[in-house]
């Protein structure tokens, strides 16, 4: 994080401006974003993730950058920056470490987790450690059920959370040691490289991981381990390239 | 018979790198789309109505219909938007359907595209699943490479653009016209329908939006024709389906099944409910779904049946709860994640949700006070039917199912805690010492 302010520091002070070189290398995104679209407001999300990549939060500078793009008021960037709750009005920890709270993550263990990382970090909810390390959430449900309980860290899945396995997770981080998730990268990414990604800016790793997990495969197991199949498409025959018996289920 | 599952989306999400273009087609990939292109578009669209294929994403309304509805070519652009957002809790297929397999979507989407006359097509997927996005973005860019998008894809003369939008944190923005909102680069709020997408959508231009699932749906059926579709499933719920088994059973996860199986055979597949433990209450189809309890394990899964049960197939997400589990935290849990994710457009959900955490969250804690029950149905009746959207309706779900069939534990609420009529600690998968009780456990 460097000189940059970490924390909700009273009397904490944004930079106003980007430099020349920063402010070319930024335009020069944007331009490829607004391409991506056809009319050019709709790059107004990724643009505020590009922000982020730079900036590690939407920063004022940031409002102003996306609001002159796209020639809207930086009220109406504003708007739209705070009505989700990814772009952050606060430096963000290098890794955002989010505990799923939501009902069946909750019941499964995630109350215990978020219990356990509040007292192991000292922090609350959408608090930063203060070496900057670490940003505390609670999260909502994130697609990954079958894995419960789960903790997000940069919006990488660690599936099947205990306690002791996400403090030890929260320790590594603050270590500076890599961290691998359960279904994801090899290691996980900082909060602003993977906020390029989300701006639509892909950084080559997506061939990293396996395709799917244990609770994925579940039923194409069972699937397997009695032989069912759903009945053939009809046109394999015309090279072999698969096989598909099996009988039809109805 | 007992009903077989039946894989087809997920037939291949075992293959050695199976997000890969190479690997994609040699599981039979792009055959589809490849049959697709010699046909009239018009035939598509009967094709896929005739298979009976309705939407993944919660609805169920049929994908051929909702293609037929665009109305006819003015010369401007036509656009589709796939919905990967995927947020409904309990909800978990179409985040692992694109980490495992995301260029069935494309194939899906290319084709999809072409039966409707769609020149530039989108992925809205939610900003909170990154390994998924970079996924989806290689996907994209080797269906480029390999010319099934761009121009004159397989020398057709058909040309398709695809963008992947990626969101930035919001449940309403899953609500199709929410979504558009989001991705003209709008707050994530609901339009009033009519007019629907198809006549007014994205830049209000005749729009399709489908579910991930739904879309990935289109190639078996294009390779396989409409009757090896409907030839699975019910008779007005047809084809395959992923069901999402969650909670407490042995082995959760994926299972993809003819329409119409039930929880019974599912569990039986998946090892039963936790061991030692029995089946309390379930969701069919998500949390704003109304909750189910072990007298409908042989509710066929299908649109109607469930429908007739007094709840909605939804998403076929099956969040199975033992009897360890409060009612009354679960429900105040789910509500406090409608709270934080009303859009705040329309005051009976926006306000409505505010007061049933409030009322919840004392009844959770033991400290209900006398009328709180009356409160919550009242509440719940004066946000179902009169919310702008269908966030309002599926928030009150859990209230009104959960007050139905659990009466009693709510009632409990006026006196004793429910972490001490049911200790957190026999619901999670491992022992632990809870510090404070849920109520204290955070913010929202
Ligand atoms: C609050 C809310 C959230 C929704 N979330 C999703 C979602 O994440 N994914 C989805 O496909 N549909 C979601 N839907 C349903 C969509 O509005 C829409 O019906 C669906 O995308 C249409 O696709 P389908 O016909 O293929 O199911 C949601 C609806 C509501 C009201
Ligand atoms: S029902 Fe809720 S989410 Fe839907 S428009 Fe009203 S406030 Fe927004």
């Known amino acids: 994080m460097g000189t940059e302010p970490v924390g909700r520091t009273l009397g904490q002070t944004h930079a ?89 993550c909750a019941v499964m263990g995630g109350d215990a987790i978020w219990e356990e990382l509040v007292e192991h970090l000292g922090i609350g909810n959408d608090e930063t450690t203060a070496d900057g390390a670490i940003t505390l959430e609670r999260v909502e449900c994130n697609a990954a059920c079958d894995y419960a309980p789960v903790v997000m860290v940069n919006w990488e899945f660690f599936d099947n959370q205990t306690p002791t396995s996400a403090a030890r997770l929260a320790d590594d981080l603050r ?63 015309h090279d072999g390239a698969e096989g598909t018996a099996g009988k039809v289920a109805k | 018979m007992t009903t077989t599952l039946t894989p087809v989306l997920s037939a291949s999400w075992d293959a050695d ?9 040699a599981t039979g990939g792009y055959r589809g789309l490849r049959k697709a292109l010699t046909m009239e578009p018009a035939d598509l669209i009967a094709m896929v109505k005739e298979s009976g ?21 003015d010369g401007g652009p036509r656009y589709l938007v796939v919905n990967a957002d995927e947020s409904e809790p309990g909800t978990c297929k179409d985040i692992p359907l694109i980490m495992a397999s995301p260029q069935s979507l494309i194939e899906g989407m290319v084709i999809t595209s072409f039966a409707i006359g769609c020149h530039h097509a989108f992925v809205y997927i939610r900003g909170e699943v990154l390994h998924a996005t970079r996924r989806l973005q290689l996907a994209v860019a080797q269906a480029y490479e390999a010319g099934f998008l761009g121009k004159n894809i397989l020398g057709t003369g058909f040309d398709l653009e695809i963008t992947v939008h990626v969101g930035a944190g919001a449940y309403i923005c899953g609500e199709e016209t929410a979504l558009l909102d989001s991705l003209e680069g709008l707050r994530g709020q609901p339009r009033l329908k009519p007019p629907f997408p198809a006549v007014a959508g994205l830049y209000a231009r005749p729009t399709v939006v489908n579910n991930v699932e739904t879309i990935a749906s289109v190639p078996g059926i294009v390779r396989g024709g409409a009757s090896w579709f409907a030839a699975m499933g019910t008779e007005r719920s047809q084809g395959h389906g992923l069901f999402s088994l969650s909670g407490h059973v042995e082995r959760p996860g994926q299972y993809e099944a003819p329409l119409g199986i039930t929880l019974r055979e599912l569990l039986e597949m998946a090892g039963g409910v936790r061991k030692g433990h029995q089946l309390k209450f379930w ?14 394990l042989d509710v066929p899964l299908d649109y109607e049946s469930v429908g007739k049960a007094g709840s ?27 709270k934080h994710e009303s859009c705040g457009k329309c005051t009976p959900c926006r306000e409505g949700t505010y007061w049933l955490v409030a009322v919840l969250k004392r009844l959770e804690a033991g400290e209900g006070q006398p009328g709180d029950l009356e409160v919550l149905a009242d509440t719940s009746d004066n946000i179902l039917g009169r919310a702008f959207c269908p966030l309002g309706d599926g928030a009150v779900s859990p209230v009104q199912s959960g007050l139905k069939y659990f009466r009693e534990e709510f009632e409990a ?32």
């Open chain 1, 16 to 104: 106003t401006g980007y430099d020349d070189a920063t402010r070319e290398r930024l335009v020069a995104d944007a331009a490829a974003i607004i391409a991506r679209y056809p009319r050019q407001q709709s790059a107004l999300l990724p643009l505020l993730h590009l922000v982020q990549s730079e900036d590690g939060y939407v920063s004022p500078r940031g409002i102003t950058f996306a609001a002159e793009t796209l020639g809207l008021t930086t009220a109406e960037v504003s708007a739209v920056a705070t009505f989700y709750t990814q772009y952050k009005r606060h430096p963000n920890g290098t890794y955002t470490v989010g505990v799923c709270t939501t009902a069946l």
């Open chain 1, 175 to 237: 270590a500076g040691r890599p961290v691998t998730p359960t279904r994801g990268a090899d290691t996980v990414v900082t909060f602003k490289d993977m906020s390029r990604v989300l701006a639509g800016f892909p950084d080559g790793r997506a061939d990293e991981g396996g395709a799917a997990g244990p609770a994925t495969l579940a039923g194409l197991r069972v699937a397997h381990e009695h032989g069912w199949a759903a009945a053939p498409f009809g046109d394999e025959a």
């Open chain 2, 17 to 25: 790198h199976s997000w890969s273009l190479s690997s994609y087609e």
């Open chain 2, 53 to 73: 294929l309705r939407g993944r994403g919660g609805a169920g309304f049929p994908a051929g219909m909702k293609w037929s509805f665009l109305p006819a070519p």
């Open chain 2, 283 to 296: 969701t069919p189809g998500g949390s704003s779904t109304p909750i189910f309890t072990a007298e409908h």
């Open chain 2, 312 to 338: 909605m197939l939804g998403t076929r997400a099956l969040q199975i709860f033992d009897e360890t589990v409060s009612v009354v935290r679960a429900v105040t849990r789910w509500l406090e994640f409608y």
């Open chain 2, 413 to 444: 609420g006026l006196h004793t805690p429910a972490d001490v009529l049911f200790p957190p600690e026999k619901s999670s998968l491992f022992d632990y010492t809870p510090r404070s009780s849920a109520q204290l456990a955070g913010v929202h």
